[in-house]
């Protein structure tokens, strides 16, 4: 039993336990009941991000949600943190350049109305979430890129900043020196080159958010998942929400975080619905070379699970009752 019907049950039983209760055998009434009992229950709010750098997302996300505040605000937030961190060479300010020494982001952010908004390839802006949500919110567009999301972001105000930081333009000119004669570039050796958020609020209503500075030293124009409903995030208030992580041509390939809703439309807990869409990304590709991907999801009763190609990947969740940094399961059949 869920926690919502264990809450109905109970409702009902102590009705039942004083009198019969007045809309006993009209189903019209009995239907009206339980929606005003809907009404009060409250949900735990859940939060989950992935990789260690999650920890601190869901602390921003948490002041939001254990305070009532949406999933949406709650999201947007730690994404926030993430993108300021100058530590952090794959996501926001302090990201990796592409091969010319650019520093492009990524971002993409969605609500439980299915209401969706994101950027790609854009340059110079702090908080591309932030700008993928005001897309979402004043537009009638979903995706906006490159020097149109650029203009779009400075005509509504939003900060900017100077990339790449010294540190990363001295490290990618020895790159440039040692691999200016090479077809293609390196797959970033961090193997996860994104954050991205869950989180359901005391309403249950869920949303999520993914951003990125993506592949190091990648082609000009690259845009992976990360940005892309459907690949790097979606959410369906139906089912629930998901989010991927690692080699985004991969999962764009599989829709991967639609397709982790859907197994778990069909019944599929969010653990198995993870394990399923990582051994299907892994049947679609002939060499799993520097191929680490994985996936994060929430069903709609505040259910977490996790799982990825190789061991490594982890994610942050925090609930009412614990704040951890949990290693995902992986697939065993490499060892």
């Not at 908080?127 to 537009?139: F, K, L, Q, Y």
């Not at 990360?226 to 929400?241: H, T, W």
């Not at 996936?295 to 704040?323: K, P, Q």
Request: with cysteine; aromatic share 6%; charged share 25%.
């Amino acid at each position: 039993m869920d926690r919502r019907s264990f809450v109905r049950a109970g409702m009902l039983g102590v009705a039942a336990g004083v009198t019969k209760p007045l809309w006993a055998g009209s189903p019209l009434l009995e239907q009206q009941a339980e929606q005003e009992q809907d009404r009060f229950v409250a949900y735990m709010p859940v939060m989950v991000s992935t990789w260690k750098h999650g920890m601190e997302a869901n602390k921003a996300g948490w002041e939001i949600l254990k305070n009532g505040g949406s999933s949406l605000d709650a999201v947007e937030a730690g994404a926030r943190v993430t993108e300021s961190d100058l530590s952090n060479r794959s996501v926001g300010i302090g990201g990796m350049p592409d091969r010319e020494g650019h520093v492009t982001l990524d971002a993409c952010i969605m609500d439980w109305e299915s209401r969706c908004g994101a950027v790609a390839y854009l340059e110079g802006i702090a908080h591309p979430v932030s700008v993928a949500r005001h897309i979402m919110e004043n537009t009638p567009h979903v995706m906006l890129v490159g020097s149109g999301a650029k203009k779009y972001a400075l005509k509504n105000k939003f900060e900017t900043i100077k990339t790449p930081l010294p540190a990363v333009k001295k490290e990618w000119k020895q790159w440039k020196k040692d691999q200016n004669k090479v077809e293609h570039p390196e797959v970033n050796h961090e193997n996860h080159d994104t954050i991205g958020l869950l989180a359901m609020d005391t309403n249950g209503r869920i949303s999520g958010a993914c951003t990125t500075s993506g592949w190091a030293y990648k082609l000009p124009g690259r845009v992976g998942d990360s940005p892309l409903i459907g690949a790097g995030l979606f959410i369906d208030q139906e089912v629930g929400g998901a989010v991927a992580t690692g080699l985004g041509e991969s999962i764009i390939r599989i829709a991967g975080s639609h397709t982790v809703v859907e197994l778990m439309r069909q019944g599929r807990t969010p653990q198995e619905a993870c394990r399923e869409t990582v051994e299907r990304l892994i049947r679609k590709h002939k060499d799993l070379t520097g191929l680490q991907c994985g996936f994060i999801a929430m069903d709609t009763r505040g259910r977490v699970g996790a799982y990825s190609v190789f061991n490594g990947f982890n994610y942050a969740l925090r609930t009412n009752l614990d704040e951890q940094l949990v290693d995902a399961e992986y697939n065993r059949s490499w060892e």
